[in-house]
């Protein structure tokens, strides 16, 4: 069985983040989307907003799990028994630091990281954009799945 993590903070899940989960569920049996905890950082959605979010956008689609975490995507991924880091590349930024990334967790363990490419249709979008145009009160419809907008 084909597994493979999904990591993120997720905070919170774009259309480029559930482009990239759609994508991943044709190549794996199973894509486990794992929101990383971060004491150090502030999150403008609670953790369990930030999973249901996740759960609520994938609750049709059987081979996505939902899970959090804290400490190193590898430990998480041997602990789930995934041979792959999932990964999605927005532009070369992206890239150069998600190939330091790669190539430490490669050293480091067996694990290997695929990435796929955003669509360009949500290249631009990132949850910081999303959390900026949030806090000044704009329009995110076009940025977020629905389970994000219907948050009570």
């Known amino acids: 069985m ?3 993590i999904f990591p993120g903070s997720f905070d919170p899940i774009t259309n480029g983040h559930f482009d990239i989960i759609k994508r991943g ?9 794992a929101i ?3 004491a150090e950082k502030k999150y403008m959605f609670s953790l369990e907003d ?6 609520e956008a994938f609750k049709d689609e059987p081979k996505v799990k939902v899970i959090t975490y804290s400490g190193l995507t590898i430990d998480l991924c041997k602990k789930e028994k995934a041979d792959f880091i999932l990964r999605g590349l927005r532009n070369p930024a992206d890239f150069e630091f998600e190939k330091a990334i790669a190539h430490t967790n490669r ?12 669509a360009a249709r949500t290249s631009f979008i990132s949850s910081s954009i999303v959390r900026d145009v949030l806090r000044n009160g ?3 419809s ?4 629905e389970s994000v907008l219907n948050k009570k």
């Open 2 to 4: 084909k597994k493979a």
């Open 25 to 33: 569920v044709s190549l794996f049996d199973e894509v486990i989307v």
């Open 36 to 38: 990383g905890v971060n």
């Open 50 to 55: 930030r999973k249901r979010f996740i759960e």
């Open 107 to 118: 050293v480091m363990s067996k694990i290997e990281t695929v990435f796929l490419l955003t």
């Open 138 to 140: 704009g329009d995110i």
């Open 142 to 145: 076009q940025l977020v799945p």
